[in-house]
C-alpha cells in the first residue's frame, strides 16, 4: 500500500531501489551525505547527469527507478516526464539518426541517471536527484518531511509532434497556453510592463546555475553540460550551435541586457492585473508547481495565496503569437519559474521553477546548521 507521507513513500522507494543494485551499481548510485558541490550540480542537456543510468539496469532495477521518480511528482507530472524521455525515440528521428554526442546513440531514452546522495531516512537529512536530457528533478527529505523539490526542470524537443487523426502531442503546451492567454488579455498599458524585450532569449535565462543571482544572464550553451567536450568537433557544434541560434534570432547585447535577472523582478505585477488575469497568473504558476507531488504543491501554492501573489511579476519577450519566439517568467518571493520555446525554429521548450533562496533545501539545511552545529 502507498504510504500517504511523501517523504515516506521517497524513503521506501529509494531504500529499494538501491537494494538492488550490486556493489559495482550502487558505487555509481549513491555517495555520502552532503557531497554539497555534486548534489548543486544539474543539467537538462544530453550530458552526463550523475549516477546510475537506466541502461545500466536490469529491466526490475529500471522499474524500481521510475518508482523513486514517481514519488517524486505528481501524476501528470509522471505522465510529463516519461513523455519526454520517450519524445528521444522521436528526436532521434528529426534529426536523421546522426546526433551522437561522442556516444554509441546520443538520443537515447535509458541515458537518465538516477543518484542518492546520504542514507535515505524519514529524519534525513537525505536527497535524491534524477536527470537526463530535458528533465531534472530533485528532492531533499530532512526533519520528517521533503523540505525542498528546486530547481525541477522539464523540457520538450518537439515540442509538439503529430498523432493519428490529425492530433498534436504537447507535453508542455498548457505552459505555453495559458501563458499566451495572459499575455493576450493585457491592455496596452499593461503589455508595455509586460514585455521586457521585442526578441527572446535562446534558453532560460538562468541556466543551469546552481544559485540564481542579481545580475545573472544568458549563459553559453557549452556552459550547460558537465564538462568541456574533449573532441574538438563536438566542442566546436555546441558554441556554433549557440552562436547561430542567437544570430538566426538577432539576439544581441542590448536584449541581453533587457533580460537579465534582477534582484527587482521585471515586468508587471499581479497587483497591476484584474481579477481575471491574476486567475491566468495564477493558473500558470499551477503548471510550474503542479510538476510535484499533490501535498507539496498545495504547500508551495499557498505561499501564493490571496494577496501573497500580488508581488509576483510576469515578464514576456519576443513574439505574441503562437509560432513565434517567446519567453516568459514569474518571478518574486521565492519563485522564478522561467519558459522559453525559440529553438529548432519555436518547437523546443524549456521550462524550470526554481526558489532562489531555498533551491537544493539550502536555506533549510543553514538553519539546521546553524541551530544544532554552531561554529560550523
Known amino acids: 500500500m502507498t504510504h500517504p507521507d511523501p517523504a515516506r513513500r521517497m524513503v521506501d522507494a529509494a531504500n529499494a531501489w538501491l537494494d538492488s543494485l550490486d556493489d559495482r551499481q550502487r558505487s555509481a548510485a549513491a555517495v555520502a551525505w552532503p557531497s554539497d558541490e555534486e548534489r548543486h550540480r544539474w543539467y537538462y542537456t544530453p550530458t552526463d547527469h550523475g549516477g546510475l543510468p537506466l541502461q545500466q539496469m536490469r529491466p526490475a532495477q529500471q522499474s524500481l527507478a521510475m518508482q523513486l521518480l514517481a514519488t517524486g511528482l505528481s501524476r501528470p507530472g509522471y505522465v510529463t516526464a516519461t513523455t519526454i524521455m520517450g519524445l528521444e525515440n522521436v528526436l532521434d528521428q528529426v534529426e536523421g539518426w546522426q546526433v551522437g554526442w561522442g556516444r554509441e546513440r546520443g538520443r537515447d531514452p535509458q541515458l537518465y541517471w538516477l543518484r542518492v546522495f546520504g542514507e535515505p531516512s524519514v529524519a534525513g537529512p537525505w536527497s535524491w536527484r534524477f536527470g537526463g536530457h530535458h528533465i531534472s528533478v530533485q528532492h531533499l527529505v530532512a526533519g520528517g518531511r521533503v523540505e525542498a523539490s ?13 498523432l493519428l487523426g490529425g492530433h498534436l502531442l504537447r507535453p508542455l503546451g498548457a505552459a505555453e ?38 545580475g545573472d544572464r544568458l549563459m553559453p550553451l557549452p556552459d550547460v553540460w558537465r564538462g568541456r567536450f574533449a573532441d574538438p568537433r563536438l566542442a566546436d557544434r555546441v558554441e556554433a550551435m549557440h552562436r547561430g541560434a542567437e544570430e538566426k534570432a538577432d539576439f544581441g547585447p542590448e536584449h541581453d541586457e533587457a533580460v537579465r535577472l534582477t534582484r527587482v523582478p521585471k515586468g508587471i505585477a499581479a497587483a497591476d492585473l484584474s481579477r481575471e488575469q491574476q486567475a491566468l497568473l495564477r493558473a500558470v504558476l499551477d503548471v510550474f508547481l503542479g510538476r510535484i507531488p499533490d501535498e507539496l504543491a498545495e504547500r508551495e501554492a499557498r505561499k501564493f495565496a490571496g494577496d501573497r501573489l500580488r508581488p509576483v511579476r510576469f515578464a514576456w519577450a519576443g513574439g505574441f503569437e503562437r509560432g513565434e519566439p517567446h519567453y516568459y517568467r514569474l518571478q518574486g518571493p521565492r519563485l522564478l519559474a522561467e519558459y522559453d520555446n525559440t529553438q529548432r525554429d519555436v518547437n523546443h521548450v524549456h521550462t524550470v521553477w526554481r526558489d532562489p533562496e531555498g533551491d537544493f533545501g539550502d536555506d533549510v539545511l543553514a538553519r539546521h546548521l546553524a541551530a544544532f552545529h554552531p561554529g560550523r
Do not use: K, T
Request: aromatic letters at 2%; proline letters at 12%.
Open 177 to 214: 497556453d495559458l501563458a499566451r492567454d495572459l499575455v493576450r488579455s493585457l491592455d496596452d498599458g499593461q503589455a508595455a510592463r509586460a514585455l521586457i524585450s521585442p526578441v527572446a532569449p535562446v534558453d532560460i535565462v538562468g541556466g543551469n546555475r546552481p544559485r540564481i543571482q542579481d
Open 150 to 162: 528546486s530547481p525541477a526542470f522539464l523540457g520538450a524537443d518537439p515540442a509538439e509532434s503529430p
